[in-house]
């Protein structure tokens, strides 16, 4: 079986027909006002409404507050609710009752200790996105879309189990060795498509997404 694709970060209509015309599953809405990829709400509406029914619309948010999710809810209203911070499986499943739709849940790795941490979201998190770890030397690092790969083999422990999403450092050279090194059911990409911090490169998401497509999970 192939994987799925989400192209995250997108800001601009130009970058999101990209992703939607080489065959995007997913594109990933930022609202996390440090990262270059962040979005204002105005346009992630615009962006949400141009790409439904064509691709899923994903909202990343970074620990937010019940007003928070319901604003982006009511301006947005995504497809599907990212959590990138340090959200407990009991907030997981807070925010999943107040958005009335799915959650996906970033877990950082740099190990199978850390990689083990997605079994306390089971029955919060319809979905696990096992992400890198920024290093601690990385300065101004970002929840997620810093570049960074992390070493596969620390999802050994998890591969062949529930469905999940792999990021960190993939890019188009690398995403077919990641999907048959883990098993990924959907592969996830930010800054490996970009020309500059937070400028989606329409080619660059081509490739990634013809790469991606024909890699095997079963590899």
Known sequence: MNA????CGIRTSEALEAALDAGA?????VFYAP??????????????VTGRGRASSVALLVN????????????????IIQLHGNESPERVAQIKQIAQKPVMKAITVASADDAA???AYGGAADIILYDAKAPDDLADALPGGNGVAFDWQALQGVKGGNSFML?????PGNVASAIAATGAAIVDVSSGVESA???KDPDLIRQFIA???PASRNS
């Open 197 to 199: 911090p937070g400028k």
């Open 117 to 119: 941490v997605a079994s």
């Open 211 to 213: 790469a991606a497509k």
């Open 167 to 171: 990021s960190g450092g993939l890019n």
């Open 35 to 48: 990262s270059p990829r962040n979005v204002d709400l105005e346009t992630a509406h615009s962006l949400a």
């Open 4 to 7: 799925k694709v989400k192209i």
């Open 25 to 29: 599953d997913y594109f990933g809405l």
């Open 64 to 79: 937010p507050d019940d007003e928070a999710v319901r604003r982006v809810m009511d301006e947005v209203d995504p497809d």
